[in-house]
């Protein structure tokens, strides 16, 4: 359900390779609920910063921050176009900067941007074109 959630369908293209969605889970035990979300959120700093740790002062050329830039302009399409939050706040009158605030401050679109076959950012993208089952 989560790969067809975030799928582009202008694209054919998901946001990006998984993630946790909470969505409609009125139906679900409330206390089952916020142990999940508390495991969760306690396992985030413990998982994320070694690996900021690791890559923090490693360089990066011109071309991954393009690929970055692109990658961040998906993120916008996807809000602007299929968010259910976004799209709700838009149609219906609400705080446009609190409904935007959440987009990057930069992003980028290039025409028919294909990344060189075998590349690193081929494989993201193939992988975001072509999803596979990860666990």
Not at 84 to 95: D, E, I, M, N, V
Not at 120 to 130: G, H, Q, R, T, V
Request: glycine residues 6%; hydrophobic residues 35%; contains cysteine.
């Amino acid at each position: 359900w989560y790969i067809d959630h975030f799928c582009m369908q202008h694209r054919d293209e998901r946001r990006g390779l998984g993630g946790i969605f909470f969505d409609d889970l009125n139906d679900y035990d409330q206390e089952m609920l916020l142990s999940f979300a508390t495991e969760c959120a306690n396992s985030v700093v413990p998982a994320y910063v070694p690996i900021i740790e690791k890559r923090k002062d490693l360089p990066f050329t011109d071309q991954q921050k393009a690929w970055q830039q692109l990658r961040r302009g998906r993120y916008v399409e996807f809000n602007l176009v299929y968010d259910r939050g976004t799209t709700f706040g838009l149609k219906t009158g609400g705080r446009i900067e609190s409904i935007l605030v959440s987009l990057p401050l930069t992003a980028r679109w290039e025409y028919d941007h294909k990344p060189e076959e075998g590349s690193e950012e081929w494989k993201l993208l193939d992988a975001c074109i072509n999803p596979k089952e990860w666990v």
